[in-house]
């Protein structure tokens, strides 16, 4: 597996333990519908948490949040309509991206909740 490949699945893993210290309840990791994926789906206090993770090496190139453009928004909206659907769930769906900046052997957690919006993406 190639580097930055590794560090992504890292970093994805990182941030499931994260939510869950935080009371998050994981129900899929890397859930797909066809070439779509999203890196966590999860819960807390009747919400569907579809959680986006970024993770660098650096912040050379800015901040890893700020990669995730308008076909990524569009495809995680697109995911959580056919989980909802899919799984029979009714509840709020909320948008979260984490970010995980490795420097060496440690690293930083940044969790932006309500990171965007189904409105914020037409």
């Known amino acids: 597996m190639a580097a930055h490949n590794e560090?992504?699945?890292l970093g994805e893993q990182l941030a499931?333990?994260?939510?869950?210290?935080?009371?998050?309840?994981i129900l899929e990791t890397n859930w797909r519908?066809?070439?779509?994926?999203?890196?966590?789906?999860?819960?807390?206090?009747?919400t569907i948490v579809i959680v986006?993770?970024?993770t660098r090496s650096s912040q050379g190139f800015g901040e890893p949040e700020d990669f995730v453009?308008?076909?990524?928004?569009?495809?995680?909206?697109?995911?959580?309509?056919a989980y909802?659907?899919?799984?029979?769930?009714?509840e709020e769906v909320r948008f979260d991206i984490?970010?995980?900046?490795?420097?060496?052997?440690?690293?930083?957690?940044?969790?932006?909740e309500h990171a965007f919006?189904?409105?914020d993406v037409r």
Do not use: P, T
């Not at 499931?16 to 210290?21: G, P, S, T």
């Not at 453009?69 to 309509?81: P, R, T």
């Not at 984490?98 to 957690?109: K, T």
């Open 7 to 9: 560090i992504g699945k």
């Open 33 to 46: 519908l066809g070439r779509l994926e999203a890196d966590i789906i999860a819960y807390m206090e009747g």
């Open 117 to 119: 919006s189904a409105i």
């Open 52 to 54: 986006e993770v970024k």
């Open 98 to 112: 984490i970010s995980v900046i490795f420097s060496g052997e440690q690293y930083e957690i940044k969790h932006l």
């Open 69 to 81: 453009d308008y076909k990524k928004k569009k495809a995680c909206i697109k995911l959580a309509n």
């Open 16 to 25: 499931a333990d994260y939510l869950r210290q935080q009371g998050y309840a």
């Open 84 to 90: 909802v659907r899919l799984h029979w769930r009714d």
